[in-house]
């Protein structure tokens, strides 16, 4: 089972949109449309792929009402939450997998993103004009300012527990966790797209980039402190993990020809 922790802005959207296409099943479960009952009724199903919903409460949520399901059937799994699932799941053999991008550029796509009506801090930013330094104010009073830290120090449901300072020992944690994590760079995504299918037999490797966030008009001025502190851990979380990407290298022509082959002999 491969269980994908989408750390936000990380070309998730395209990659979920991937993933379908090399799954004959795959589900997208709303916690308001009786999730439990949709979940068990196609958990039978083979080659089954689950996008969690895409909040940040109703991701680990979801993904807490399939402990004790019969999961034997699932091959993917992805959404915004924690490094941990493996414990509820100890019968199987559990694949991490997550993108990283440089922490900075991260949260500036992430709080253009916010800009969209329906996202988490939407209201909010809207009702003071879309400020930056509201925004990452925001972030840590939710408890979302070092994310990519807090996702991979985990638990899988780390946002439904009581919000807490990032500190040193979680930068640790994290770090350990990430050992056992398929860490890939965006900047190189046919690497990634061309590393996973092979390792998972994955037939369709055409994608198309989908929710970029794009625009101008952005007042992107900020507080350099207030900044800081919101990416300070992510900053060096990123730096090891940049050490250990599976997609560090280019491809060559053979391995590009074969990429765009793949999807005309699929049956």
Do not use: C
């Not at 799994?77 to 053999?93: A, C, M, P, S, T």
């Not at 009506?117 to 925001?138: A, I, M, Q, V, W």
């Not at 994590?181 to 061309?194: K, Q």
């Amino acid at each position: 089972m491969i269980v994908f922790i989408h750390i936000p802005k990380t070309a998730g959207t395209t990659f979920y949109d991937l993933v379908k296409k090399n799954h004959s099943h795959f589900l997208k479960p709303k916690l308001e449309k009786d999730v439990f009952k949709y979940l068990n009724n196609n958990l039978t199903n083979k080659n089954l792929g689950i996008r969690l919903p895409g909040g940040y409460i109703t991701a680990p949520e979801t993904l807490n009402i399939l402990e004790g399901m019969l999961l034997d059937n699932i091959d993917f799994i992805g959404g915004h939450i924690g490094y941990g699932f493996h414990e509820l799941v100890n019968k199987q053999q559990v694949d991490y997998l997550t993108f990283i991008r440089n922490p900075k550029s991260r949260l500036l796509s992430d709080f253009k993103e916010h800009h969209k009506p329906g996202r988490f801090f939407y209201e909010e930013l809207k009702s003071n004009g879309f400020n930056l330094n509201d925004y990452l104010r925001l972030l840590k009073k939710k408890g979302l300012d070092n994310i990519m830290t807090r996702q991979l120090a985990g638990p899988e449901d780390f946002f439904l527990k009581e919000n807490y300072k990032v500190s040193e020992n979680t930068l640790r944690l994290a770090i350990k966790n990430s050992k056992s994590v398929l860490i890939f760079d965006i900047n190189r995504f046919d690497e990634a797209v061309f590393y996973l299918s092979k390792r998972y037999k994955w037939k369709y490797t055409n994608y198309k980039k989908q929710n970029v966030s794009v625009g101008l008009g952005y007042n992107l001025e900020y507080d350099e402190q207030l900044f800081f502190e919101v990416i300070k851990y992510d900053l060096e979380l990123y730096r090891e993990m940049k050490k250990n990407v599976l997609n560090d290298s280019g491809l060559n022509l053979f391995q590009r020809l074969q990429m765009k082959l793949n999807n005309f002999f699929v049956v």
